[in-house]
């Protein structure tokens, strides 16, 4: 797959996409996210937690196993800095093998919602029993509060954590007997962004730890610059969640003081000299695609980015989806997008050399 020729404004000059039809009750809660999160982006850079919050349910940890036997419980990896995951464990016979161990950052621009916000806690369910995977969805520190590289650190220390350099996964949580070996990174938005990072620090680093990432799923990851793509530029306006001003402020929020969008944590694509560098082993990687994000430039792009460098990556598009479609179950595409984790999953490093998907 070639990189995304680069593109300015007055090469915009396509008709108008029109968004697929979407039912009224995501159109309503998308409608409120989008509400909450332009009154919680003050404009001085900092965030009304207490707006925000009153959209953002959360879901108690629950050490009762639900109807699919899958119970969550939190634990805490640093009380000192708030660093805490929620863990997802799915029913296992006493005689079954270890399962995979899947590392799961959440989106939110750097800036809002949480393991337990409700979203991210029902995908993570849905991810731990569809897959048989234990999943750990990452408390990580917010933006601007904590900008870059926190979310960054963050992940590494839970990575550390599970190599047992704190003990490991406590017992008390029920945790099946998990493989260190087949551990997966996967963020949906930023926390796709996150996972990249995360997996190029640990990759780049000689680690003496048993975790061993076998792959990256990133879904619609949150990469930037400070060109606007033809996509960015196509669906301003038109497309819901993520537009310019929005995404503007995030990176605002997130990079350090005085950096524009070509910093090295948003533009990671290879267009911007110099070419980034990727270290030898970085794992095979998944990218997820929606054809009605405007992130889907840079996406493509990455891919690309991964392909010149010799990584294993297998993109899959979903042609009508809008950027966060996979918290919304009424969507056929949020169950298919469990089904393609899971086979990149099962296959482990043979999933990613497969080609590019379209999932109409």
């Known amino acids: 797959m070639e990189a995304t020729t680069a593109v300015n404004a007055s090469a915009t000059t396509q008709e108008t996409p029109r968004l697929p039809a979407l039912p009224w009750t995501v159109r309503l809660q998308l409608f409120g996210l989008m509400t909450a999160t332009d009154i919680a982006q003050r404009r001085d850079g900092t965030v009304n937690r207490f707006a925000f919050s009153l959209a953002d349910r959360q879901a108690p940890a629950r050490a009762r196993p ?3 036997g899958v119970r969550t419980g939190d634990v805490t990896i640093d009380a000192a ?5 929620r863990v997802f464990s799915p ?24 393991a337990a916000s409700v979203p991210v806690d029902a995908m993570c369910r849905r991810l731990c029993r569809e897959a048989g995977a ?27 954590f599970l190599g047992g350099d704190a003990g490991g996964l406590p017992a008390d949580l029920a945790v099946p007997p998990v493989d260190l070996s087949r551990c997966y990174l996967a963020g949906d938005s930023a926390g796709g962004n996150i996972a990249h990072h995360v997996a190029h620090r640990w990759t780049v680093t000689t680690q003496t730890s048993p975790v061993r990432l076998a792959g990256v799923v990133l879904i619609q990851p ?9 996509a960015e530029l196509r669906l301003e306006g038109v497309a819901p969640v ?36 990727l270290p030898e082993g970085f794992p095979p990687a998944m990218v ?12 493509r792009r990455y891919a690309a980015m991964l392909r010149r460098k010799g990584t294993a990556v297998r993109v899959v ?15 056929a595409d949020a169950g298919r997008i469990i089904t393609e984790i899971k086979a990149f999953l099962e296959a482990g490093a043979g999933a990613s050399t497969g080609a590019d998907e379209s999932v109409d």
């Open 66 to 68: 639900d109807k699919a």
């Open 81 to 85: 800095r708030g660093l805490s995951a």
């Open 91 to 114: 029913p296992s016979a006493a005689d079954a093998p270890p399962l995979p161990v899947v590392v799961y950052f959440h989106g939110g621009g750097f800036a809002f919602f949480s």
């Open 134 to 160: 234990v999943v750990v969805s990452v408390n990580y520190r917010l933006a601007p509060e904590h900008p870059y590289p926190a979310a960054y650190d963050d992940g590494v220390d839970v990575l550390r």
């Open 222 to 230: 949150f990469f930037g610059g400070e060109e606007r793509t033809a």
């Open 242 to 277: 993520v537009n310019i001003r929005r995404a503007d402020w995030v990176w605002r929020a997130f990079l350090p003081a005085g950096a524009d969008r070509n910093h090295s944590a948003a533009h990671v694509t290879g267009e911007a000299a110099p070419e980034p560098e």
């Open 288 to 299: 997820v695609v929606g054809g009605f994000d405007p992130l889907q430039d840079w996406q």
């Open 317 to 331: 598009e979903f042609p009508e989806a809008v950027h966060g479609f996979y918290i919304f179950p009424e969507l």
